[in-house]
């Protein structure tokens, strides 16, 4: 288990270093910097020269990343170029936001799409299960800012109400913040509950061929022990490990709806990053979000190893 | 039954009765595919079934609701919506299409040789596999459009990195599986050289694993496509691409959804009718 542990930890710090590499390296393969931006079509080459020296854009680039990596290795992102604010408070800020819509996504899909999954695998092949697969498949098919654009028609022709303009962190007002956020939660959790929904029932329904399940059955143990003991016992692992996953993919889909909805998190500060060329934020918001990926998977490879006593031995 | 007569024997089915039998069987992957054959259809001669231009301009008819004149609506320049989605399918469909087959073509090959080979060459390919699935898919996307520039190139390029690791992991698992069978020992006993066994008879038995991915990823690609088209990091306006259209739609949500309503419609039911075909397909190989 050690080892194993040391090992995988050795490979995802390596992955983390190259992918550090990566991100600052495509940042640099821009046509255009920041000075270039900032001063325009009539820049004067003296002008040009101070600002890229102050920038440190005139040095190689290998030093520029060794110095950058070596002050974010201590928490210091630099400052942005554009705003003159901390990079790493300005990542904080944004990763909380996001942070807070990826939970409650993550809550919302789990609530829904786990009775979902559940039923339609154990009324395989009747209309309940039709139903809910065809839910399921219309979750996954809609493209998830197209549902937010949808619901928010929806509810502002229906009920005559729209969400606030203006983000408001939970601690200033809970329930404006909680109204801003609840469409793109909706939107997200509702793609996110289909897909789950589709897991669940998979394993379901192969559990449900299993020889042990249907030796139960024979033998006359009630449906109700069958389901808790037999079928739900098995596949409770891979369910749990299925939320990492959906963290993840929470992550990615939250950039769309964020620009969507205004929300200031890490997907619009990125956006504005690249829009912007800031270079620092653009850096530090990347290297936050492949981190906490690589921190969830993590998380579940090691989650996976300690709930099952199979994985562990081997 | 060594030598039967031939004509007592039952004569083998008609080609359009097998068709409709599987379709029988399988109406999910049935309508799937009508659905598909019809999107090919509209994405080959998108003149025969919008009559509109999908460029022209015409003010006085600007945010029309949808009307016997306009199928769809009108957008804020007055330019039909029916007809710049029935034209945006073929643009929509290519870059998906072109994308991935490069991403199943250098993943495939990649992949294939990566689990062939072993070793080293498996170690750090997949080590820089490894580094691009760190990258959330979306946020891959928006990295390499946004830093590059919004073009069509940029965004197949985009499009093709996300999804290359896919395939390399499926071509990769599919050859490692090959290696170890008793052809391959046999082929290398008679002394066929390597890269002859690997073409030959590794990379023929991968390809079946690759193509049925293309059509299980295709629905993902599609998304990923009209999501960056939406950021306004897609096909750029005033080509009549789904996501750029969405993109257009966004901020006169309120004043006129069917901007936006018609173009997400197409992108649901394109996914949705791959979904099904390739659910079904999956099904019938899992069966075999």
């Known amino acids: ?314 | 039954m060594a030598q039967a007569d031939t004509a007592s024997l039952p004569q083998a089915p008609h080609a359009w009765y097998r068709l409709a039998r599987t379709a029988r069987r399988e109406p999910a992957m049935a309508g799937g595919v009508l659905v598909l054959v019809l999107l090919c259809l509209v994405a080959a001669l998108p003149g025969l079934f919008a009559g509109q231009s999908p460029y022209a301009i015409d003010v006085a008819n600007a945010l029309q609701p949808p009307s016997a004149a306009h199928l769809f609506g009108t957008d804020d320049t007055g330019r039909d919506i029916f007809a710049r989605v029935i034209h945006g399918t073929r643009i929509t469909l290519a870059i998906c299409a072109s994308s991935l087959l490069i991403a199943a073509v250098i993943g495939g090959i990649s992949g294939t040789v990566s689990g062939f080979f072993g070793g080293w060459i498996d170690q750090g390919l997949g080590r820089l596999i490894d580094v691009v699935l760190s990258f959330p898919p979306i946020i891959l996307g928006v990295i390499v459009t946004g830093v590059l520039g919004p073009e069509t190139s940029n965004l197949i390029l985009a499009l093709s990195v996300i999804y290359l690791p896919v395939f390399f992991r499926i071509a990769r698992s599919g050859a490692v599986g090959e290696v170890g069978k008793t052809y391959v020992e046999a082929a290398r006993c008679l002394g066929l050289p390597e890269t002859t066994i690997l073409r030959r008879h590794v990379l023929r038995n991968v390809l079946p694993l690759v193509l049925m991915q293309y059509i299980v990823q295709f629905p993902l690609v599609l998304q990923i496509q009209a999501a960056l088209g939406f950021l306004g990091l897609g096909v750029q306006p005033p080509t009549p691409d789904w996501g750029a259209i969405l993109q257009q739609g966004k901020d006169a949500i309120l004043l006129a959804p069917w901007i936006s309503l018609f173009p997400g419609l197409a992108v649901l039911i394109t996914a949705f009718a791959l979904m099904l075909t390739g659910r079904a397909l999956q099904r019938s190989v899992d069966r075999r």
Do not use: C
Request: charged share 10%; hydrophobic share 55%.
């Open chain 1, 1 to 314: 288990m050690t080892r194993y542990l040391a090992r995988r930890f050795a490979a995802s710090i390596v992955t983390a270093v190259l992918a550090s590499i990566v991100v600052f390296l495509i940042v640099r393969a821009v046509p255009g910097d920041v000075v270039a931006q900032m001063l325009g079509q009539t820049s004067d080459p003296a002008a040009t020269q101070s600002l890229r020296a102050f920038f440190g854009l005139d040095q190689p680039v290998w030093m520029q990343y060794g110095r950058w990596i070596g002050a974010a290795l201590q928490g210091d992102f630099g400052i942005s170029w554009t705003g003159g604010r901390p990079v790493s408070t300005m990542v904080v800020d944004a990763f909380l936001v996001t942070l807070e819509i990826a939970l409650l996504t993550l809550v919302l899909a789990t609530v829904v799409g786990v009775p979902l999954g559940l039923l339609s695998g154990i009324y395989e092949g009747t209309w309940p299960d039709t139903l809910i697969q065809t839910f399921n498949l219309l979750g996954l098919a809609a493209p998830v800012f197209w549902t937010g654009l949808m619901l928010l028609v929806l509810v502002s022709s229906a009920l005559g109400w729209s969400p606030p303009l203006v983000y408001a962190a939970p601690g200033e007002s809970l329930s404006d913040n909680l109204a801003i956020l609840f469409l793109p939660i909706l939107a997200l959790g509702l793609l996110q509950a289909a897909a789950y929904s589709q897991f669940v029932r998979q394993n379901v329904v192969s559990a449900l061929h299993q020889d042990y399940v249907r030796t139960a059955i024979a033998k006359g143990v009630p449906a109700r022990i069958v389901f808790f003991k037999h079928i739900l016992r098995n596949i409770a692992i891979p369910l749990v490990t299925f939320m990492g996953l959906m963290l993840t993919q929470i992550l990615g889909g939250v950039v769309i709806v964020e620009s969507l909805f205004a929300i200031p998190g890490l997907g619009r500060l990125l956006l504005t990053a690249i829009q912007t060329r800031d270079y620092p934020v653009l850096q530090g918001a990347l290297l936050v979000v492949v981190i906490a990926a690589m921190l969830v998977n993590l998380g579940v490879d090691l989650l996976y190893r300690v709930i099952d006593p199979r994985v562990r031995l081997a």
